[in-house]
């Protein structure tokens, strides 16, 4: 992985996250918005390890990794925007990405489901010596769900990488007052190979993602990566007031020392001047597709019934005519 790269992966998710939390302010999201902001180093540093040809199962925090795993800005933004050419025709919204043609299943809503879904993921793809790769929060593992698939899949040797990103928080929980295990021992208890690294560093993100995909294409068992790291902005934003601090000012403070694209950028080495040429030219390109997709109409509401079940609904369904905004 090019250090430049990562940053650049970085650098577009934070400027669109940046973009989308102010669209949110300006009412434009339908729907809630999970920042990304602070843990870009997790997204960057492991998908820069899967192959395009692997998948990749995420969570509503999902705008990061969709960036990483190379959905077009445009598709990414609509979505979310809730307009016509959304990745998912704009039906889906913020915590529901997808794109089939690059590998990224997509997101789910319902806190450790996407742990199963991957599992169901793994067991097809057994024997392709292909790997999947699934994302969750810390608080992921205090599911039931969580704790079944992980069992399974250690029991059916299921090529399934899982990448916890331990940021400290449950939406407006701190973990540390309803878990009375770390991530890492929890995973260490249940047997699973596991490593532990610092998220905030997209290096070592990826050469620990980089050592666990390779046991999981060779060796055919469940392998976990912890990933410690901390929100930059807050868990999650609906409609268009910004929810209020929760978390002491100290902490933030500590955190926002340890930026990510901070660590990246000192890492890569790279002159001030290459810095602000990125920063412009990303700005410019996510600029362009916030313009477009604002002025871009929401979806058909003929299309609201479709794509939205693998079968047709039945008949009995009424066609819907209108939608309420
Ligand atoms: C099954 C289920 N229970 C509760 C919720 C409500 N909920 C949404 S996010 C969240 C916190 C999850 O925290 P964590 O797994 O650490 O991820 P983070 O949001 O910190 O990235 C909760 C409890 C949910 N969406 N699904
Ligand atoms: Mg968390």
Same mark, same amino acid.
């Given at each position: ?12 998710? @934070? ?25 870009? *180093? ?5 998908? !820069?390890?899967? @192959? ?27 979505? =979310? ?7 998912? /025709?704009?039906?889906? /919204? ?17 806190v450790g ?23 969750c929060g810390d608080g992921a593992l205090g599911a039931g769900v969580s704790y ?5 899949? !250690? ?9 916890c990103e331990d940021n400290g928080w449950q939406d407006q929980t701190r973990s540390e007052l309803v878990r009375h295990r770390t991530p890492?021992q929890l ?40 990933? @410690? ?6 868990h999650?934003?609906?409609? /268009? ?5 929760y978390r ?19 890492? *890569? ?8 040429? *990125? ?28 794509? =939205? ?6 008949? !009995?369904?009424?066609? =819907? ?5």
């Amino acid at each position: 992985m090019q250090l430049t790269a990562a940053y650049r992966t970085m650098l577009r998710i @934070r400027i669109l996250e940046e973009k989308i939390i102010d669209c949110a302010n300006r009412n434009l999201v339908v729907g809630f918005v999970h920042p990304y902001t602070g843990q870009e *180093a997790i997204a960057a540093g492991v998908l !820069a390890a899967r @192959r395009p040809d692997e998948w990749v199962v995420s969570f509503y925090r999902c705008h990061g990794h969709a960036v990483a795993a190379g959905l077009p800005l445009d598709g990414i933004v609509r979505e =979310v925007l809730g307009r016509e050419g959304g990745v998912c /025709g704009g039906k889906g /919204g913020s915590m529901h990405l997808a794109d089939r043609g690059r590998r990224f299943l997509g997101a789910s809503s319902i806190v450790g489901s996407q742990l199963s879904v991957a599992a169901g993921v793994a067991m097809a793809e057994r024997g392709t010596g292909r790997a999947t790769v699934v994302f969750c929060g810390d608080g992921a593992l205090g599911a039931g769900v969580s704790y079944e698939t992980l069992t399974i899949s !250690a029991t059916l040797g299921l090529p399934l990488l899982l990448v916890c990103e331990d940021n400290g928080w449950q939406d407006q929980t701190r973990s540390e007052l309803v878990r009375h295990r770390t991530p890492a021992q929890l995973v260490d208890g249940l047997g699973l190979d596991h490593v532990e690294v610092d998220g905030n560093d997209v290096a070592a993100v990826h050469r620990a993602a980089e050592t666990l995909l390779t046991r999981c294409r060779r060796e055919r068992r469940p392998q976990v990566l912890v990933a @410690r790291t901390y929100l930059r902005h807050y868990h999650a934003q609906v409609g /268009g007031a910004r929810p209020p601090e929760y978390r002491p000012a100290e902490e933030v403070a500590y955190w926002r020392a340890r930026d990510p694209l901070d660590i990246a950028a000192a890492a *890569a080495d790279v002159p001030d001047p290459w810095l602000a040429e *990125a920063r412009a030219e990303i700005e410019r390109e996510v600029d362009q597709v916030f313009a477009a997709a604002l002025a871009a109409p929401p979806p058909d509401v003929a299309t609201a019934a479709t794509n =939205v079940t693998a079968a047709p609904l039945p008949a !009995a369904v009424p066609a =819907v005519t209108a939608v309420a905004r």
